[in-house]
């Protein structure tokens, strides 16, 4: 049996051959902490009425966000985003590579009826699936870039201008940008000033829905 003592400057120097090891490899990791999130800059006349700096829902808490919970922090956006909820469309939101033109809710107000948006919630789910695709582009899309380009196609295949005036962006004939560049995962959001797509208008024209 061998005496356990003439083991013992073994074991020391194992011990202090690790020691050194770690020391070393401490001393040589130059890794770098992850950087900060960039601030998320948005650009246009509503951006002032959203929340903005260290608010709850501004601009750069957002750009993590999965679609669906970036738009439930934007008060504007409630009609747009109760919409696709319902639409079922949120689903679709989460595949990476999409940009969102996004009605407020004023613009909704103007365009439809009580009565007629009531039927689109409640029964006609195609259409409203239809009326939101129009709002959707493939990509994501600053608004510089869509402007740049002077045309894109939303996702339900209608071709859409994009004109640039001074400081308005403008889509199609009448939507405007008003709050452009929102961040989400996957996603870019630029906020418009009226509801594009084929559905025909049936507000009473006064900014008030008819009853």
Known sequence: MSNPRTRTPRRAGALLAAALLLATTACTDHSEPAPATAAVAVTGPLCAA???GTEPGNPTALAGLPVEQAL???PTLTTFEAALR????????????LTLLAPTDDAFVKKFSDDTWDTLMTQDHDKLRTLL???LIAGTHSLDELAAAGTTTTVDGTALTVTRADATTRFGDTADAVCAD???AGARI???NAVLGPLPTTADGSGHRAH
């Open 72 to 74: 439930t922090w934007m």
């Open 133 to 135: 695709k129009a709002h």
């Open 190 to 192: 630029h906020l418009v």
């Open 50 to 52: 959203l929340p903005t």
């Open 182 to 184: 929102y961040l989400a």
């Open 86 to 97: 319902t639409s079922g469309l949120l689903t679709d939101l989460d595949q990476d590579g």
